[in-house]
């Protein structure tokens, strides 16, 4: 099953709700085979709200729109938010700082992990991820070590190119920071704008009348 630390929690709840039956009833003690059945998913780190961070929007059809949250993994709609459905639930962490869907073919989604809004319980992501499906499954696509990305845009005219403003560490230096590059959908990237160990980019935005002018 998933993660090991979940599991545990799992088991223990699970222990102490049926410890009454098993006193009662001579029952033997719950080991994992009891939880074959459960599905573990996450709920956040606290009782507060989720934070939306961000929402995709499919231009040609916006009864369909993905929505993403700071701790909370990524919703989708197919029916203008009637009903809204997780499609990032299996992947390495569930905090998202951005998502962005291309505009003309519109199965190719990306989402960029480990939210942008810096605070004391900031949680921290791994890299960047990309859905062909429209968020059937998800492909993890590299800068790891960036921690937390800020935004990210796609060339409307070639969804091949892609900018990703990676926040990096928000206590403390890293390499991986600053605006990247991918011309080969996310095969390979390139910083094109770089601080010093320190200063990362939140931002990137396409001029969308001149998609080659970059503002960061």
């Given at each position: 099953m998933g993660n090991p630390k979940i599991v545990s929690r799992t088991l223990v709840l699970v222990t102490l709700c049926l410890a009454p039956f098993q006193a009662a009833h001579g029952q033997q003690p719950v080991t994992t085979r009891h939880l074959d059945g459960i599905r573990a998913r996450t709920i956040g780190p606290a009782s507060m709200s989720g934070r939306i961070v961000d929402l995709a929007v499919v231009e040609s059809d916006p009864t369909t729109f993905y929505v993403a949250s700071a701790t909370g993994g990524v919703y989708k709609?197919?029916?203008?938010?009637?009903?809204?459905?997780?499609?990032?639930?299996?992947?390495?962490?569930?905090?998202?700082?951005?998502?962005?869907?291309?505009?003309?073919e519109?199965?190719?989604?990306?989402?960029?992990?480990?939210?942008?809004?810096?605070?004391?319980?900031?949680?921290?992501?791994?890299?960047?991820?990309?859905?062909?499906?429209?968020?059937?499954?998800?492909?993890?696509?590299?800068?790891?070590?960036?921690?937390?990305?800020?935004?990210?845009?796609?060339?409307p005219d070639d969804p091949n190119i892609v900018y990703v403003a990676a926040m990096g560490h928000l206590w403390g230096p890293n390499e991986e920071r600053g605006l990247y590059k991918t011309t080969d959908g996310g095969e390979t990237w390139t910083r094109i704008l770089e601080g010093d160990r320190d200063t990362g980019a939140v931002d990137v935005i396409l001029n969308p009348h001149h998609p080659d002018e970059i503002y960061a």
């Open positions: 709609t197919t029916d203008n938010g009637i009903t809204l459905e997780p499609v990032f639930e299996d992947e390495g962490t569930h905090s998202v700082g951005d998502i962005a869907v291309h505009q003309r519109t199965d190719i989604v990306w989402v960029g992990t480990g939210e942008r809004a810096s605070r004391q319980s900031s949680s921290w992501g791994d890299g960047v991820y990309k859905s062909t499906d429209g968020g059937e499954t998800w492909e993890h696509m590299g800068l790891a070590d960036s921690k937390h990305i800020g935004r990210i845009a796609i060339h």
